[in-house]
């Protein structure tokens, strides 16, 4: 990859993978593992890979770096959806910020309709031209926790949809649609910054979506 990091996101479009965002360290420090006591930054990176070609392309950046972010893909066009800016911990802001990508154009369109709650680590998917976004974790001065919040984007309206809660609060779970159900595995039932042990922390059932 053109550019070291993690805690970025992909998505695929036509025959391409656009990598976006995520944290790394500063330009001309030595790339090494990041830890919050270690000078590094959200990114604004937008690169695409051609598996055909195999060949990387430096795309134009994102107006918000971030990372621990969702993405989404509608109609051609990306989405990224709240993270977190400045570090890749939880320390850092969670962001509601929501950003238009046009791979054709190559060109970020105007700001979007605001997540109804800023988050980061969340579970994602798309289906049936809407965005889900669940789980994630925040923390600030008063708050600190996991999330139970589901909720759905259409890019179409530019609006959001608050829908039932999940059963479990849930920080990083993974996220997949199949056929017409968003599932949601693992996760920590607490925001990370509480240090939980990996064993107690991990939520081994599933939710099931169906959209109506």
Same mark, same amino acid.
């Given at each position: 990859?053109?550019?070291?990091?993690?805690?970025?996101?992909?998505?695929?479009?036509?025959?391409k993978?656009?990598?976006l965002?995520?944290?790394? =360290?500063?330009?001309?420090?030595?790339? =090494?593992?990041?830890?919050?006591?270690?000078?590094?930054?959200?990114l604004?990176?937008? *690169?695409?890979?051609?598996p055909? @070609?195999?060949k990387?392309?430096?795309?134009s950046?994102?107006?918000?770096?971030?990372?621990?972010?969702?993405v989404?893909?509608?109609?051609?066009?990306?989405?990224?959806l709240?993270?977190?800016?400045?570090? $890749?911990?939880?320390?850092a802001?969670?962001?509601?910020? =929501?950003e *238009?990508?046009?791979p054709?154009?190559?060109?970020?369109?105007?700001?979007?309709?605001?997540?109804?709650?800023a988050?980061?680590?969340t579970?994602? /998917?798309?289906?049936?031209?809407?965005?889900? $976004?669940?789980?994630?974790?925040?923390?600030? @001065?008063?708050?600190?926790?996991?999330?139970?919040?589901?909720e759905?984007?259409?890019?179409a309206?530019?609006?959001?949809?608050?829908?039932?809660?999940?059963?479990l609060?849930r920080?990083?779970?993974?996220?997949? $649609?199949l056929?017409?159900?968003?599932?949601? =595995?693992?996760?920590?039932?607490?925001?990370?910054?509480i /240090?939980?042990?990996?064993?107690?922390?991990?939520?081994?059932?599933?939710?099931?979506?169906? *959209?109506?």
């Amino acid at each position: 990859m053109p550019t070291a990091r993690g805690a970025g996101v992909a998505a695929l479009v036509g025959t391409k993978i656009y990598v976006l965002g995520g944290a790394s =360290v500063h330009p001309g420090q030595k790339i =090494v593992g990041l830890t919050p006591t270690l000078a590094h930054r959200s990114l604004d990176a937008n *690169e695409a890979y051609d598996p055909a @070609a195999n060949k990387w392309e430096t795309r134009s950046p994102m107006p918000t770096a971030r990372n621990h972010m969702a993405v989404g893909v509608v109609n051609g066009k990306i989405y990224v959806l709240g993270g977190r800016v400045g570090s $890749v911990f939880v320390v850092a802001s969670g962001t509601d910020v =929501v950003e *238009e990508y046009d791979p054709t154009t190559d060109s970020w369109g105007y700001a979007r309709a605001r997540m109804p709650t800023a988050r980061s680590g969340t579970a994602y /998917g798309t289906y049936g031209g809407k965005i889900y $976004v669940a789980g994630g974790e925040f923390l600030n @001065a008063q708050i600190v926790g996991a999330f139970r919040d589901l909720e759905a984007y259409d890019p179409a309206t530019d609006t959001w949809a608050i829908l039932p809660s999940l059963a479990l609060p849930r920080n990083a779970p993974a996220g997949a $649609v199949l056929g017409n159900r968003f599932y949601l =595995v693992s996760g920590q039932m607490q925001s990370a910054s509480i /240090g939980m042990e990996a064993l107690s922390s991990t939520a081994t059932d599933a939710l099931e979506f169906t *959209e109506k």
